[in-house]
């Protein structure tokens, strides 16, 4: 997983966190080779028919989740809809539904997952800035989720 790892902090494209590298499904290309075969071999055992929106590439363990956003092009903060995960080593799946849950996960700073070249990159930018400088992202635990979001741009307390 070391290997993996490194790839991942050496990406020029995707959103960095501590635990996986996310990133839009229009940015595949743009990946180092070697994540990419990582991506072909969990993709081709998913039994994904459908491109995802995002994909999350584990940097601790060896997981390529495949996300479905509802409108991520049109939608601030689109709300997570389905997630496949692939072990990629023993090849096990695991589909999840998230599309009737009540406060489901949502997406932040989307610039940061697509490349520069994106069509609505600029957008992506322009509206993060906007939510950074009213202050929205101090508590990222509470904005993850649909109701979280909400208090946190009412507003608000916990």
Request: positive net charge.
């Amino acid at each position: 997983m070391h290997r993996i790892d490194l790839l991942c902090k050496r990406s020029t494209v995707g959103k960095l966190l501590p635990d996986a590298l996310y990133i839009h499904s229009s940015a595949i290309d743009k990946l180092d080779f070697k994540l990419q075969v990582i991506l072909c071999a969990a993709w081709s055992h998913s039994y994904v028919n459908e491109n995802p929106t995002i994909i999350k590439i584990s940097r601790k363990q060896p997981v390529v989740s495949f996300l479905y956003y509802d409108g991520f092009d049109i939608i601030d903060h689109p709300p997570l809809l389905k997630s496949i995960v692939v072990d990629y080593r023993d090849l096990n799946t695991k589909v999840l539904d998230f599309s009737k849950r009540t406060n489901r996960p949502i997406l932040h700073r989307k610039e940061t997952m697509v490349a520069e070249d994106y069509p609505l990159y600029k957008s992506f930018v322009k509206t993060t800035k906007k939510e950074e400088a009213a202050g929205f992202y101090k508590d990222t635990k509470r904005i993850g989720t649909e109701k979280g979001w909400a208090k946190t741009i009412k507003g608000e307390t916990v």
